[in-house]
């Protein structure tokens, strides 16, 4: 083996050394049984050789879904959720695992706030502006400390008052806007996601296989000199 050989074969190594250490936390095949919820799936989840395989065809549904699902309104379902649509898409589920923890007790509020805004954008679009200004409304709220509860109350409450229907204006405005705005900018996180994979795979795999490959016809060449 030559040192370039060498060389890069320990490149390789210490980067896969350290996305095992960065995937120690996710489920794995071996550890799936520990992590609650997805415990109740774990003899499934290990028959399942797509949901840990990091080929491109789990990889790409996986940043796809797993961004979308983690962008959504569904803060507290998402495990159960992750697990099957990674088996329905046949994705990565440690990818989608991941993904997840972006939305968390400290984000989750800022990314649906962020989804309403988008969402809202394209509404207005299509639909025309809204007589509600919930972005408004929800900061006045939020300007006065007040709880989940009480900020639906008064959302409800200055709705009423513009004379506009609360069950389309919330529903249609700001459950619609946020799960739109959700879609489009988990599309688009997973779209980056999959570029900057890519990327990775373009710039490293070709330069191992090259060297594997002249690292093989040396070996089959010494074989039929020495035959």
């Known amino acids: 083996m030559t040192k370039e050989e060498d060389q890069l074969r320990e490149k390789r190594f210490s980067r896969i050394r350290r996305v095992k250490k960065l995937l120690r936390p996710l489920p794995r095949r071996a550890n799936i049984h520990r992590y609650p919820v997805l415990n109740w799936f774990a003899g499934t989840a290990r028959k399942k050789d797509f949901l840990w395989s990091f080929r491109r065809n789990a990889v790409v549904p996986a940043f796809y879904v797993g961004w979308v699902l983690t962008l959504l309104p569904l803060y507290g379902l998402q495990l159960v959720l992750a697990f099957l649509l990674a088996l329905g898409f046949r ?13 968390n007790p400290i984000t989750v509020l800022p990314l649906w706030y962020l989804n309403y805004q988008v ?50 204006e919330l529903l249609g405005r700001l459950v619609g806007g946020t799960f739109l705005g959700g879609l489009i900018l988990g599309l688009l996180a997973g779209f980056i996601s999959c570029c900057i994979y890519r990327i990775v795979l373009n710039r490293y795999v070709p330069s191992y296989n090259k060297v ?10 010494s074989g039929r000199n020495d035959s």
């Open 119 to 168: 969402g809202n954008f394209f509404l207005n679009l299509i639909f025309g502006e809204s007589p509600i200004r919930f972005g408004v409304l929800i900061s006045e709220a939020s300007d006065q400390n007040f709880s989940f509860r009480q900020t639906l109350d008064f959302i409800i409450e200055r709705t009423r008052e513009s004379g506009s229907s609360v069950v389309s």
């Open 91 to 103: 994705a990565n589920l440690m990818i989608m695992i991941a993904l997840q923890m972006v939305s």
């Open 212 to 221: 594997a490959a002249e690292a093989l016809r040396r070996d089959r060449n």
